[in-house]
């Protein structure tokens, strides 16, 4: 599995998603036509009408109704008080399913409330959502059947995502079979990692940044950050190959049960949207491994952070571009303090991740499908975590969740003497500033 991560996105070969209609008959084989004696040309004729279908059916009718009055081809004319004639047609068997539960939240009298419940989102995204992604998931209807509408089309996937339902009962609600369910899931989630991921999920430029900085500075004291960093894990089936990459070491002596993962690394701005996302590195890797593999890393020893921090937990080192508390013992009143700062600079990265899997419930179980198609569909629950904050959508209560991951220290914990120097003297600054943290004195 080829994990994604972005600004510089890369994603498993998109054929995966190309498919065919089952329903559509092939064309018939070209037969060439040979010239017949007059002769023969009646024999032949006749020989086709006998084994047609018209012919077994008209027959059929005669015998069931022999008084009534007849053609002189012998077949009941309907227009005479017979049966009508009938052609042979292909027969398309579709399980009769109710769509009453689609349809009543589908009518705008429901309310407002009830349908955020369900879709974790007002009407007006919803709405915004089908006029952005209609062009990429709409279908023709066909001669056997109409195409599903764009709206139940993307409900279905928000649905899935929003409740992490099985498929069984995806199916029940929307009235569509299991398989089309699961389709309609890739599908919309692929459209939109295509057409949303690059509008929304973007590193910031030199004037965005500025404001960012601001922002983190204005809470923190600490000069120069654009963006709060963690990395949380998702749980999944344990995979056919592989398995010991994905086994979670953490959360099984934790949960006192077997756990397989893979890991979502982000970056997010001071509102908790996310500016940069590395996702599908195997659960075993601990975060300074999965920070290695991502294009953020790679950003920054070219050195297109200068003069700005991005900050996280222990879980990474110190370097020149990222800035980490102190983790060695006895730490003095200063690096106390300025731990503090830090802590609640990376917490609004943590709290992003918990209103992300609090709001997307399939985030906290593990996912039906292929290992393959994990990163689409998470990429697609970031944008719309992304799309959400944006539009100011207020999550339920009821919806918070408490994130369970472990910040363990990076085996080499600092990477750069300069940013040793440079987080003494920003701690260094606090303390004096009058901006240090003071909850550890408590």
């Keep these: 599995m080829n994990p994604c991560t972005s600004p510089l996105l890369s994603f498993f070969d998109e054929s995966d998603y190309t498919y065919f209609n089952v329903f559509e008959e092939p064309k018939p084989s070209f037969v060439p036509i040979m010239p017949v004696s007059d002769a023969n040309k009646r024999k032949r004729v006749d020989e086709v009408e006998e084994h047609s279908p ?25 227009a005479s008080g017979g049966s009508p004639s009938r052609h042979h047609q292909r027969r398309l068997w579709v399980k009769d399913r109710s769509k009453d539960w689609w349809d009543r939240y589908n009518s705008p009298d429901l309310p407002e409330a009830e349908f955020k419940r369900a879709f974790r989102m007002s009407r007006a995204t919803f709405e915004f959502l089908c006029e952005e992604l209609g062009s990429a998931v709409a279908k ?34 929307f009235g569509l079979g299991i398989s089309t369910c699961h389709k309609l899931v890739l599908e919309v989630c692929t459209a939109i990692k295509t057409l949303l991921m690059p509008k929304t999920v973007q590193w910031p430029d030199q004037n965005t940044s500025q404001v960012v900085a601001q922002n983190f500075g204005y809470n923190s004291g600490i000069p120069n950050i654009i963006g709060s960093m963690h990395t949380t894990h998702i749980p999944i089936i344990a995979p056919k190959v592989e398995v010991a990459a994905y086994y979670n070491k953490r959360h099984t002596e934790r949960n006192q049960k077997t756990s397989y993962s893979i890991t979502i690394q982000g970056v997010v701005n001071p509102n908790g949207v996310f500016t940069d996302v590395c996702i599908g590195w195997p659960g075993s890797m601990p975060d300074d491994q999965v920070l290695e593999k991502s294009a953020l ?11 700005n921090w991005i900050v996280g937990g222990a879980g990474f080192p110190l370097m020149d571009w990222l800035l980490v508390p102190y983790t060695h013992q006895n730490l003095t009143w200063t690096q106390h303090a300025f731990n503090e700062k830090v802590g609640d600079v990376a917490n609004v990265a943590r ?92």
């Design 297 to 307: 890393y790679q950003r920054g020893n070219a050195g297109l952070i200068q003069n």
């Design 351 to 442: 709290d992003a991740f918990a209103r992300l899997k609090g709001r997307w419930t399939c985030l906290q179980k593990r996912t039906e499908g292929k290992l393959t198609d994990l990163p689409v569909i998470l990429g697609a629950c970031v944008v719309l975590h992304n799309i959400c904050e944006m539009k100011g959508e207020t999550m339920d209560p009821e919806l918070h969740f408490e994130l369970s991951d472990d910040d363990m220290v990076a085996e080499n914990p600092i990477r750069s003497i300069a940013a040793v120097r440079a987080r003494d003297s920003i701690a260094h600054n606090l303390l004096h500033s009058g901006r240090a943290g003071m909850r550890f004195f408590n």
């Design 54 to 78: 018209k012919r077994r059916t008209s027959s059929s009718n005669n015998s069931q109704d022999s008084n009534g009055p007849t053609t002189d081809n012998g077949v009941t004319s309907a």
């Design 140 to 173: 023709e209807d066909t001669m056997l059947r109409l195409a599903i509408p764009v709206r139940q089309r993307v409900a279905v996937c928000i649905w899935r995502l929003a409740t992490g339902e099985p498929l069984r009962v995806v199916s029940k609600q």
